[in-house]
């Protein structure tokens, strides 16, 4: 074995990708190996990608080319595994030959025996466990992978062929995980799969997020708990009302609605419609009227006519969402929309993007000063900078926090400002 060697890390993509990578972490930690932050003195270098849209694979390539760099010196085994390399291994074992070793995720049931035939060790306990993964988020929250793959096949998107059909976690096992999160420290739990809102189907026959968060609550030392991604369709009413009168879930739903014209919904195969959508968003702020309400949106999909967008364009002026993404249409191979015909050219769709941006700018600003004046509870996590319930990690805003503030705990802070997509408060003592 060989002990000692110091192994670093990059880990691309979402979030349900840096669990895979803390797995890695906890697993090579696990065999006796010393886990660094700079590729300057890794010997070991391993890339987690991602390959869900062409700016992903770029970034993937890019980084790949860069982490190689370090093999003319300290670095001994240059490592990819991820999405791209489940979409493209051949592809890039002809075209990356630096790379010592490619490991798709389907592998990754082997993934300690290909590491260990490359090193030439003789490890034996090589399984990716969720509870020996070491966090990589800091001391205050850590994601909780439910579940894996997704079975909605929307037209557009690669991900059911690359982390295949939905599989549900047991929650017992998921509860243990849990446990052990608030027993090292972890005070809000991220519970994240491709679709939450399906979570159980697969196994106990009906959806059961509601009941897991429920349980999830019940659990000592966790004071906050959010899920991503709602899909609109499946938001019941016993989820509604789990958030709703559960003090430790944020009241925060972040719902991919990709469209509102029912003729974009139908090509990219979604389940919702415009009307559904309108509902639901009536729904949440009339039972829940601190709900913050995310959402991401695509402009230029195959087939979208100017009617079409500019019916997108009047929903986010009526629906004035507190947080919304917006992305371009990707094409992508092996998708669906990949050979549709009336493909919106790239001007065009980074025109439109641009013109719904600009909108949701002033929206933002808008629903931020209404928080001016109110008392939040925040969770510090830096000196003078936390988070409120609004603020998901690396995605929203942040709280700049005036007056005295103990960091890894909570506390209450006055909107006085904002800044920004940002917020600023002071402590109320």
């Known amino acids: 074995m060989k002990q000692n060697m110091k192994v670093g890390f990059v880990s691309l993509g979402c979030s349900k990708n840096l669990v895979d990578t803390e797995m890695m972490i906890g697993l090579f930690k696990k065999n006796g190996y010393d886990i660094v932050n700079s590729p300057e003195v890794a010997d070991i270098i391993v890339i987690n990608t991602c390959g869900f849209i062409e700016s992903a694979k770029e970034e993937a390539i890019n980084t790949i080319l860069e982490m190689a760099e370090y093999k003319k010196d300290n670095c001994k085994y240059l490592i990819v595994t991820g999405c791209l390399v489940e979409r493209y291994k051949e592809e890039l074992i002809k075209a990356i030959p630096e790379v010592d070793l490619f490991i798709k995720f389907s592998e990754y049931e082997t993934i300690w025996e290909q590491i260990e035939n490359l090193i030439n060790s003789n490890i034996k306990d090589g399984k990716l466990e969720f509870l020996d993964r070491v966090i990589s988020t800091g001391k205050n929250y850590a994601y909780l992978r439910i579940a894996e793959g997704c079975n909605n096949f929307c037209t557009f998107c690669a991900i059911p062929y690359i982390r295949g059909r939905f599989k549900s976690r047991k929650i017992e096992d998921i509860l243990q995980e849990a446990k052990k999160l608030a027993d090292d420290g972890i005070k809000e739990l991220i519970v994240i799969a491709q679709d939450t809102t399906k979570y159980g189907i697969d196994i106990y026959g009906k959806p059961e997020l ?3 968060l429920h349980e999830l609550s019940k659990i000592d030392g966790i004071e906050w708990i959010r899920f991503l991604y709602a899909y609109p369709e499946t938001i019941t009413d016993e989820l509604i009302e789990e958030v ?4 430790k879930i944020c009241k925060y739903f972040d719902i ?3 469209h509102i014209s029912d003729n974009i919904l139908k090509k990219m195969n979604r389940k919702s419609t415009g009307a559904s959508i309108k509902n639901l968003i009536r729904k949440l702020r009339k039972e829940i009227p601190e709900v913050i309400i995310r959402s991401t949106l695509m402009v230029g999909f195959p087939g979208e006519t100017e009617e079409d967008f500019e019916e997108l364009y009047a929903f986010v002026k009526w629906a004035k969402l507190d947080k919304l993404g917006c992305f371009t249409y990707s094409k992508e191979e ?8 009336n493909q919106v050219y790239p001007m065009t769709k980074k025109k439109r993007y641009n013109k719904i941006m600009a909108l949701q700018q002033k929206i933002s600003e808008e629903n931020m000063e209404k928080h001016i004046g109110k008392t939040l509870k925040v969770l ?5 900078i936390g988070r409120s319930y609004m603020d998901v990690p690396d995605i929203d805003g942040v709280v700049y926090i005036k007056g005295e503030s103990n960091i890894n705990s909570f506390e209450n802070c006055k909107i006085t400002g904002i800044k920004e997509y940002d917020l600023i408060g002071e402590v109320v003592k």
């Open 244 to 247: 709703k009168n559960n003090e």
């Open 380 to 384: 510090v996590e830096q000196k003078g």
């Open 210 to 212: 509601a009941k897991l």
């Open 334 to 341: 092996g998708t669906a929309a990949y050979k549709m015909e």
């Open 256 to 258: 991919p609605m990709q």
